[in-house]
């Protein structure tokens, strides 16, 4: 029983240091914009769906099935650590071509009311919402990712569809999240 304990602790020291140099690895060169009739004026997020949707003048242009927060379905994130995705109209603000997962979209959660909200009942609102592909190093997962919400508020998707979300979607893309 203890090898076996001793061999479990191996592979997890071994799978965490893959996931350490992985992300400092980065994913890569982000792929350029796409044409201009191709690029998104609205992203809508179904969270109880787990969809996506890239839209066009009121028009869908690709949909994508997704992982949510661990407790996404408990409503609206309200502070550091809940777990849960945030419900709102928001904005993609700024891009991270060197995220520790394949690319990221940054979600400009929180807005002022749920900064003065958190703040008010003596906690952090938490941060750092993005739409990002698998952890660097975990590409080959691919679709096996969705069996399970497992991010910590963030919306996942496949690295191949990360790609053509970084194309199609410029910042300041209004993104609607809602239950």
């Not at 949510?68 to 603000?93: C, F, H, N, S, V």
């Not at 002022?112 to 739409?131: S, Y």
């Not at 990002?132 to 919400?149: F, I, K, M, S």
């Amino acid at each position: 029983m203890r090898s076996k304990l001793i061999v479990l602790a191996l592979v997890a020291v071994g799978l965490f240091a893959y996931t350490k140099v992985m992300a400092r690895i980065g994913s890569g060169s982000p792929p350029p914009d796409a044409p201009l009739e191709q690029r998104a004026d609205l992203i809508r997020v179904h969270k109880y769906e787990r969809r996506m949707v890239l839209l066009r003048a009121d028009a869908p242009i690709a949909t994508y099935r997704i992982p949510l927060g661990r407790a996404a379905d408990a409503g609206p994130k309200q502070r550091e650590g809940d777990e849960k995705t945030p419900e709102g109209r928001y904005e993609i603000d700024w891009r991270n071509p060197k995220s520790m997962a394949h690319l990221s979209l940054h979600i400009s959660y929180p807005k002022p009311e749920e900064q003065h909200a958190a703040r008010v009942n003596g906690f952090p609102p938490g941060g750092n919402i993005m739409i990002h592909g698998l952890p660097n190093g975990w590409g080959l997962l691919g679709d096996v990712h969705r069996l399970l919400d497992w991010t910590d508020g963030c919306i996942a998707v496949t690295n191949a569809e990360m790609r053509d979300i970084w194309a199609r979607v410029p910042d300041h893309t209004p993104i609607d999240i809602m239950p």
